[in-house]
C-alpha cells in the first residue's frame, strides 16, 4: 500500500530555532494536513492545505507556524522560532478525496530544549 | 462543534477473547465520518475502520467492526479474538462533511489504551 513519508524521525533543537518537517504525501492525493500529539495526549489538528492554499487551521497554528508544498511532492511544516511547548509527534496525512480515509505518515518527533 | 469522548483510559483483555472499546460523539451535522486508528508503541497511526452516518450496516473490517448506534451517538470498536499485537492506543475519530465544505479535517477523541494479555 502507498505511504506518507516524513522525515525526520527524530529532530532536536534548541528554544528559539527554526525547524522545518518534511512530508511526502502519496502522488495522487490532493488534500494534506498536519497534526500534532503532545505526548500522553489526544491528536489534534493543525492545518489542512488545498489546492496550494491554507484550507482549514486550528487555533494552535499561530504566526509561528506556516506550510508550504515547495514542488508536486513534498509538503513541509515550518516552525520559525521553537518553545518548550512546541515538543511533541507531529504527523502529516493526506487523502485524495475529502471523504476518504486520512492516510497518517509515521510522524516526527520534535524535541525543542 | 463537534466532540469525541472516549471515556475507557485503559482496558485489559484476555488473549482470544473479544473487547469493545467505547466511543461517543457529538455533532450537528447529519452527514459525517468516524473512524478507528491504532497507534502501537512505535508511533505511527493505522486506519482500522470507518463509518458514514448514512451507512445502514455496521462497519466490519476482519476482527474490527464498529457498534454504530446513531441514536445514542456511539460508535464502539469491537475487536474480535484479541491477539498480543493489538496493544497499543486506539483513537476514535470524526469528521463532519459541513455541507460539502469540509476540507476534511478529523477531530480525534482522547484514545483508550488496549492492553492483551497472554
Known amino acids: 500500500e502507498p505511504e506518507v513519508t516524513q522525515t525526520p524521525s527524530h529532530q532536536v533543537t534548541q528554544m528559539g530555532q527554526e525547524v522545518i518537517l518534511r512530508c511526502v504525501p502519496i502522488?495522487?492525493?490532493?488534500?494534506f494536513y498536519w497534526y500534532r500529539q503532545i505526548l500522553g495526549q489526544k491528536v489534534e489538528f493543525l492545518v489542512s492545505f488545498y489546492n496550494n492554499e491554507i484550507s482549514e487551521k486550528s487555533e494552535i497554528f499561530d504566526d509561528q507556524f506556516s506550510v508550504e508544498r515547495p514542488d508536486g511532492s513534498n509538503f513541509t511544516l515550518k516552525i520559525r522560532s521553537t518553545k518548550l511547548e512546541d515538543s511533541a509527534m507531529y504527523f502529516c496525512?493526506?487523502?485524495?478525496?475529502?471523504?476518504?480515509?486520512?492516510?497518517f505518515g509515521s510522524g516526527t518527533q520534535l524535541s525543542v530544549l | 462543534a463537534q466532540k469525541i469522548t472516549q471515556t475507557q483510559p485503559g482496558m485489559f483483555v484476555q488473549e482470544k477473547e473479544a473487547v469493545t472499546l467505547d466511543c461517543t460523539y457529538d455533532?450537528?451535522?447529519?452527514?459525517?465520518?468516524l473512524f478507528w486508528y491504532k497507534q502501537p508503541s512505535s508511533g505511527e497511526m493505522i486506519f482500522l475502520i470507518y463509518q458514514g452516518s448514512y451507512d445502514q450496516q455496521n462497519a466490519t473490517e476482519g476482527r474490527y467492526s464498529l457498534n454504530f448506534q446513531k441514536a445514542r451517538k456511539s460508535a464502539n470498536l469491537v475487536i474480535s479474538a484479541s491477539q498480543l499485537g493489538d496493544s497499543a492506543m486506539y483513537f476514535c475519530a470524526m469528521r463532519v462533511n459541513a455541507g460539502g465544505t469540509s476540507y476534511g479535517k478529523l477531530t480525534f477523541g482522547q484514545g483508550t489504551i488496549l492492553t492483551v494479555h497472554p
Open positions: 496525512a493526506s487523502t485524495r478525496r475529502v471523504r476518504e480515509k486520512l492516510f
Open positions: 455533532t450537528s451535522d447529519p452527514s459525517y465520518g
Open positions: 502522488s495522487n492525493h490532493l488534500y
